[in-house]
């Protein structure tokens, strides 16, 4: 048995990821055409040409993978490896949710289903940018094409001859990861959308709190496990390593900050446009970034030391969390030469730069990155109460610097109890995901009230 890379799709998931890069640059693109005099009509038809192309180039691998499956090409890897030359209509359908290929590249065609329906319907939310949403999608799409869109997707087959797994097993696999890509494909479907909310409006306000808890409940009790590989003993599971199979759960794991970013988000705003920045601010800028880049740091040797060496961590820490901190650094200050017009625009900067630090360094995962995780939350969590605590001004008193400062140290010692508690780092990130939120709406409940459209 011989298996080889299909040219066509790896040239296709190449011009895939530039189309997102183009997308992600449209706007300036745009802006540089329009002044070289090129027409409205001209850049709309560019705009809409960027914001289309990847997700026409997937749809061709989609309907390759389909077919694939649905004519019995059993040269194709995952269909020798789940079909035989008799099987069932029901199967061959079936066998397309089957396994880690199966269930990401699902994952993957949900989310694009879900996006689509979202740009056609203008009427289900009230978004502030489209161009800033296709940059939202254009990063998440970068990274399920270079991290969850399995290779051995569309791997062929020479020389070789397979013994499809059986019914039983084949229908369990597919149950479980159609429901895990039905589930976090919505989910991360939604994600780029609402980083992009009226904030101002009160129904988009419990949306947010309902989409954060939804998505932090889903890593606990989402079928993450159907991205693994079926039973060892039914193929050749050398083709799915156990660091692969960490890896994607790490990449969904990650991914699912798109749930829980765009109420931090809404608590960063409503801080900003509360309570202008006061006397301090420099300050309260320099201890945030310190306390994130410690709190990074210290949470993943205080999580993993007990089953990792010292050296082994200091190791993964310098590959995982260089691009955290570089992109996170760069984008607190990018404000500064007049991209935000927000009270604190470099904290602003700070909190996208560590959200968009994490989702790429998903890619180099390992347990570390799961880890990082909560350092992360713990970088947030002082990025919005280290102002109010240090900065002076007439809008902020004793009240607000106690509970902000309470809630700050309570955030701490709750990780410190969950570690002592729990091994298991879902169980971890999820309870203290809530506990981010519940002490957050308590310092939100003490800012000054601004008027919620209803």
């Keep these: 048995m011989e298996m080889v890379g299909s040219s066509f799709a790896n040239v296709i998931v190449s011009i895939s990821l530039f189309s997102c890069v183009l997308l992600l640059l449209s706007l300036s693109i745009r802006n540089f055409l329009f002044r070289k005099g090129w027409?409205?009509?001209?850049?709309?038809?560019?705009?809409?040409?960027?914001?289309?192309?990847?997700?026409?180039?997937?749809?061709?691998?989609?309907?390759?993978?389909?077919?694939?499956?649905?004519?019995?090409?059993?040269?194709?890897?995952?269909?020798?490896?789940?079909?035989?030359?008799?099987s069932s209509v029901k199967n061959r359908f079936i066998s397309l949710f089957?396994?880690?290929?199966?269930?990401?590249?699902?994952?993957?065609?949900?989310?694009?289903?879900?996006?689509?329906?979202?740009?056609?319907?203008?009427?289900?939310?009230?978004?502030?940018?489209?161009?800033?949403?296709?940059?939202?999608?254009?990063?998440?799409?970068?990274?399920?094409?270079?991290?969850?869109?399995?290779?051995?997707?569309?791997?062929?087959?020479?020389?070789?001859?397979?013994?499809?797994?059986?019914?039983?097993?084949?229908?369990?696999?597919?149950?479980?990861?159609?429901?895990?890509?039905?589930?976090?494909?919505?989910?991360?479907?939604?994600?780029?959308?609402?980083?992009?909310?009226?904030?101002?409006?009160?129904?988009?306000?419990?949306?947010?709190?309902?989409?954060?808890?939804?998505?932090?409940?889903?890593?606990?009790?989402?079928?993450?496990?159907?991205?693994?590989?079926l039973a060892s003993t039914e193929w050749d599971i050398n083709l799915f390593s156990e660091p692969e199979i960490l890896r994607l759960g790490?990449?969904?794991?990650?991914?699912?900050?798109?749930?829980?970013?765009?109420?931090?988000?809404?608590?960063?705003?409503?801080?900003?446009?509360?309570?202008?920045?006061?006397?301090n601010r420099s300050i309260g800028l320099a201890f945030s970034i310190l306390i994130g880049i410690f709190s990074l740091l210290l949470s993943s040797i205080f999580l993993l030391y007990p089953h990792w060496s010292l050296s082994s961590i200091f190791y993964e820490l310098i590959l995982d969390i260089f691009p955290i901190l570089l992109l996170a650094l760069v984008f607190s200050l990018l404000p500064v030469l007049g991209l935000d017009e927000r009270a604190r625009p470099e904290l602003h900067g700070w909190r996208y730069g560590l959200f968009i630090g994490v989702i790429i360094g998903c890619l180099n995962s390992s347990s570390l990155s799961l880890s990082l995780i909560n350092g992360w939350l713990i970088a947030l969590m002082f990025s919005l109460t280290i102002p109010i605590i240090v900065e002076k001004s007439p809008l902020i008193n004793s009240k607000m610097k106690i509970y902000n400062l309470g809630n700050s140290i309570c955030f701490v010692f709750l990780l410190i109890l969950l570690s002592n508690l729990f091994s298991d780092l879902r169980i971890i990130s999820t309870i203290f995901s809530i506990g981010f939120i519940v002490l957050m709406e308590i310092n939100n409940s003490q800012l000054p009230k601004r008027k919620i459209s209803s």
């Design 39 to 86: 027409s409205t009509r001209g850049l709309k038809i560019l705009e809409l040409f960027f914001r289309w192309l990847p997700i026409f180039l997937f749809l061709i691998l989609m309907i390759r993978y389909i077919s694939g499956h649905l004519f019995l090409n059993l040269s194709h890897a995952h269909v020798a490896y789940h079909l035989d030359s008799g």
């Design 98 to 229: 089957v396994g880690y290929d199966g269930a990401s590249i699902m994952l993957m065609s949900i989310i694009i289903i879900v996006h689509i329906l979202l740009f056609l319907d203008k009427k289900i939310f009230i978004i502030k940018n489209k161009d800033m949403i296709d940059r939202w999608f254009s990063l998440l799409w970068i990274i399920c094409l270079a991290g969850i869109l399995p290779e051995q997707t569309f791997n062929l087959i020479e020389n070789g001859y397979f013994s499809p797994i059986n019914e039983e097993l084949l229908f369990s696999s597919a149950k479980n990861s159609f429901f895990a890509s039905l589930i976090f494909g919505i989910l991360l479907g939604l994600g780029p959308h609402s980083m992009e909310l009226d904030y101002n409006n009160k129904e988009m306000r419990l949306f947010l709190r309902f989409f954060a808890i939804l998505g932090v409940f889903s890593i606990l009790f989402g079928p993450l496990d159907a991205f693994v590989p």
């Design 250 to 279: 790490t990449i969904v794991f990650s991914l699912m900050l798109f749930c829980f970013i765009p109420l931090v988000l809404y608590y960063a705003e409503n801080l900003d446009s509360t309570v202008p920045a006061g006397k």
